[in-house]
């Protein structure tokens, strides 16, 4: 569910911003939205050196014995930032002798200044790559000495007295000779040696570092808010957002502080934050949202219960297999007794939850490490793929089917819902359709009738109005440009049958290769377990894939856009103590 929020103006004497901020950052309850651009010489500034701090701290390597603070983190960063320079430059540096030597290295040594000096005893050289016909064509008085060979390549100086122009191109001198190359390059090594042993030693100092880049964060922070709020004679006030139940901690507050404080519903024009709370069984879900980074925007709606509900069932189909799923559920109780420190344990229950949809799956179907003729299925109706196939189908007219339900909900009593009941209709039929095309399934009479009818109710309450022409017109540009989407949508779902039957065709492909290999010897049997653990755990990492990908689309692609969900939210971030 997402909270309510109401928007606040807090108003303070402008000689008091600061011990005001400081008060509000205790509070820890107002997300705040700036009433000016937070600039400023100070913020630059601090920005800067938080820049170089996560230079710096990248660089390091983690060591276990770390260093007591001695207050010179200002003194490492701008060492390392220095060292950081000189790295750089060397590495180039080294990159472009690397280049030269394997150009030069087939020359041979030689001195390009002696060569350039011979132009003042009237005596040229140049270096040139020529061919055979090349040579003979040479111009009458410069003499071809021929270095080496290199394919149909002669690599060869061409030497003259007169100022002879020549008829093939040239090659450029080195800077210097091949062996000043070697030495330039030695010390270019020994260098970034050096460097990366000094970043070793101050490695010590990485948690040091870590803490004040998390301080300097805390710092900027505050300076964007006091330089963000809005100003007005000897006034200064922060604008922001609170969850509507903490509204009595901001008033008994701004009455303690002295305070002007102003609350209002945030209007059309306003974007306050997402803050969303729902029951423990829900709040699972949150570390699949955490890795696709997505959260509703305010107005929108909150589908995590439904997320939940479905995901589970996606997840049992697309691993589709029981072994895989009590794999799962033990890596898990594993992990979990392993990492006790950690306090967020929805990443555990989670997967306990999806694991045992896993499970129940592979039972249902008679898979358990790829089929087994052992194992029998629960339902044996789930053993045919094409009752699987329509059941994917079934899934997804139902899921979408919510998803126009919820909207009728929120439209309710206006005349508009009755467009997502005739868009409830287009589904179903484009159900029954792809039943029919795809699985010979044979399309029901009646389904005409309900394409027609729910065609109807979104032509003309699409956008029901005064002017029916325009609504007419609005409700049917709408149904032609959404119906083949419809098709689409419902379609898509039978990914949850591909990836799943593919998943299991591998896992059995893997069972058979491990038996084709037989247990004649120990060696054949040792074989045997390599190829069998090798096979299923690939299979178990690309079931994780298959999830990230066609579980989590279904829910975020299909189902929130036909819910016209744009993920277009900012989680509410309350300005608080760190």
Known sequence: MIVKMKKIILITQSKDIDSTLESVRRLGLLHVEHENAPLGENIVALKEKLNHILKAIAVLHDIKNQAISDNKEDVLIDEIAGLLDEKETLVEE?????????????????????????????????????????????????????IFEKGKIIYCAAIFREDIKLPFETLALPEVSLEEMFLKKKDCEENLVRINKRFLEISAHKNELIKYEKKLGVIIEFNEIREGAGNFEKLSYLKGYCPENKLGIIESSASKEKWGVLISEPDENDFPPTLIKNPKWVEVIKPIFSIINTIPGYRELDISPY?????????????????????????????????????????????????????AWGLMTGVFFGPHIW????????SNNTNVQALCFLIGAVQLSLAH???????????????????????????FLAKALILNFEFPSIGKWIFIGGSTLIILFTSPGKNI??????????????????????????RLFAVGLAGVAIANAFNQIAGSIGTASF????????????????????????????????????????????????????????
């Open 307 to 359: 997320f939940l509900i479905f995901f589970s069932i996606f997840f049992g189909m697309l691993i589709g297999d029981a072994g895989y799923g009590l794999t799962y559920f033990l890596i898990a109780l594993i992990a979990q007794k392993k990492f006790k420190a950690i306090k967020d344990k929805s990443i555990f229950f989670l997967t306990y939850v999806l694991s045992s949809c896993a499970i």
């Open 469 to 494: 022409f325009a609504g007419i017109g609005a409700g049917l540009g709408d149904f032609l440009l959404k119906l083949v989407n419809s098709f689409a949508d419902i379609v898509s779902y039978i």
């Open 523 to 578: 060696l054949s049997i040792l074989f045997s377990a390599f190829v069998l653990f090798a096979g299923h755990t690939l299979n178990l990492a690309m079931g994780i894939l298959s999830i990230l990908v066609h579980g989590v689309r279904l829910n975020v692609l299909e189902f929130s856009g036909h819910l016209d969900m744009e993920w277009s939210g900012t989680e509410y971030n309350p300005f608080r103590l760190k």
């Open 405 to 431: 339900i919820w909207k009728i909900l929120r439209k309710w009593p206006s005349l508009k819902a009755l467009s997502d009941i005739g868009w409830i209709a287009v589904l179903w039929c484009a159900y």
């Open 94 to 146: 080294l990159q472009i002798l690397k280049r030269d030597i394997e150009i030069w290295n087939e020359w041979g040594d030689f001195d390009p200044e002696a060569i350039e000096g011979l132009e003042t005893k009237n005596i040229r050289v140049r270096l040139c790559k020529l061919s055979t016909r090349e040579i003979k064509d040479a111009p009458k008085g410069v003499i071809i000495e021929k």
């Open 375 to 382: 194992i029998k299925p629960l339902v044996p109706y789930l």
